[in-house]
C-alpha cells in the first residue's frame, strides 16, 4: 500500500516515488519516451541511497516544481511495485 509523503497539485503536479528497500532507498521519477510513453528513471542513481540523500534529491526536485507529489512504497528489491518502464 503507498504511503503519500508530500501532496502536490491535483492537476500539474510532477510524481516522484521512494522505493523504501532491504538496502536503502531509490527515487524514482516520472518522465516521457521519445514515443510519448510514461516510463521511470532512477532520480538518485543505479545504487541504493539513504535516507539524507534521497531527501536532499526531493527537496531539490520541490524548489523546481513546488506542486510535486511524492509517493512511497515499501520494495524490498527496489523494484516498483506496480507497472513500470524503466529506463
Known amino acids: 500500500m503507498p ?4 501532496k502536490g497539485d491535483p492537476d500539474a503536479g510532477g510524481v516522484l516515488v521512494v522505493l523504501r528497500g532491504r538496502d536503502g532507498i531509490a527515487v524514482l521519477s516520472q518522465l516521457r519516451t521519445a514515443e510519448g510513453a510514461a516510463a521511470w528513471m532512477r532520480a538518485t542513481g543505479p545504487a541504493p541511497v539513504d535516507q539524507a540523500a534521497a531527501d536532499q534529491y526531493i527537496e531539490r526536485q520541490v524548489k523546481f516544481d ?3 507529489w511524492v509517493v512511497e ?7 516498483p511495485p506496480f507497472d513500470a ?3
Open 73 to 79: 512504497f515499501e520494495a524490498p528489491d527496489l523494484l
Open 3 to 6: 504511503s503519500r509523503l508530500r
Open 66 to 68: 513546488p506542486d510535486l
Open 85 to 87: 518502464k524503466l529506463v
